[in-house]
Nanobody, 125 residues
Framework: QVQLVESGGGLVQAGGSLSVSCAAS????????MGWFRQAAGKEREFVAA????????YYSDSVKGRFTISRDNAKNTVYLQMNSLKPEDTAVYYC??????????????????WGQGTQVTVSS
């Protein structure tokens, strides 16, 4: 199994920046891909960004493309989400997710077997 622990998040004003991190442990060698999702109050969980662990390609939702950047530190088994030009509509609980399967859809939460506990990001207007 893979364990994921998010950190970071918090309160920021609109237009500001924030970074969240996700530390992975356990059977990380079998990880095929990792991603970030978010869930605002009263809404469904939505895809934010993802990448294939062994490659350089990244995937972003249209709503964050150009503002958010997903990155990783292989040595630390840590994934980051740098969020710039934040908007009030970015307010949500942000979840880190991981999958061991190559048969998957990057933007589908159902493709990911492992999830962190989530970290709150609040953007004030």
């Amino acid at each position: 199994q893979v364990q994921l622990v998010e950190s970071g998040g918090g309160l920021v004003q609109a237009g500001g920046s924030l970074s969240v991190s996700c530390a992975a442990s356990g059977r990380t060698a079998s990880t095929y891909g990792m991603g970030w999702f978010r869930q605002a109050a009263g809404k469904e969980r939505e895809f934010v960004a993802a990448f294939k662990w062994s490659g350089a390609r990244t995937y972003y939702s249209d709503s964050v493309k150009g503002r958010f950047t997903i990155s990783r530190d292989n040595a630390k088994n840590t994934v980051y989400l740098q969020m710039n030009s934040l908007k009030p509509e970015d307010t949500a609980v942000y979840y880190c997710a991981a999958t061991e399967s190559s048969v998957m859809i990057w933007s589908s939460a159902a493709s990911y077997a492992y999830w962190g506990q989530g970290t709150q990001v609040t953007v004030s207007s």
